[in-house]
């Protein structure tokens, strides 16, 4: 299985930005896309990004597009989320996911790996 360590959360201002991280486990033969998904107190898991094993396509939710950027670095075999001009309501636990295959779907159940959760919490 793909071992997920994620980095970067914390407390920040709204306006704020802050950079997520997590470094997968090399698979040098196996192709597999990734994504971010989070979740706020008493609400359920929702899907934040997603990118393709090549990078090519990139997916976001409607309440984060132009805001956050997902992208990966195969060399490190690290996914990134770029947070910016970041609200209240993005306060959430943050997760990395990781699937076999190409294709980056937006449903959590898609996803076999799963990273320990980083916390981001945005201050008003």
């Known amino acids: 299985q793909v071992q997920l360590v994620e980095s970067g959360g914390g407390l920040v201002q709204a306006g704020g930005s802050l950079r997520l991280s997590c470094v997968a486990s090399?698979?040098?033969?196996?192709?597999?896309?990734m994504g971010w998904f989070r979740q706020a107190p008493g609400a359920e898991r929702e899907f934040v990004a997603a990118?393709?094993?090549?990078?090519?396509?990139?997916y976001y939710a409607d309440s984060v597009k132009g805001r956050f950027t997902i992208s990966r670095d195969h060399a490190k075999n690290t996914a990134y989320l770029q947070m910016s001009s970041l609200k209240p309501e993005d306060t959430a636990v943050y997760y990395c996911a990781a699937r076999d295959g190409v294709v980056a779907p937006s449903v959590e159940y898609e996803y076999q790996y799963w990273g320990q959760g980083t916390q981001v919490t945005v201050s008003s």
């Open positions: 090399r698979r040098a033969f196996s192709p597999y896309s």
């Open positions: 990118i393709t094993w090549r990078g090519g396509s990139l």
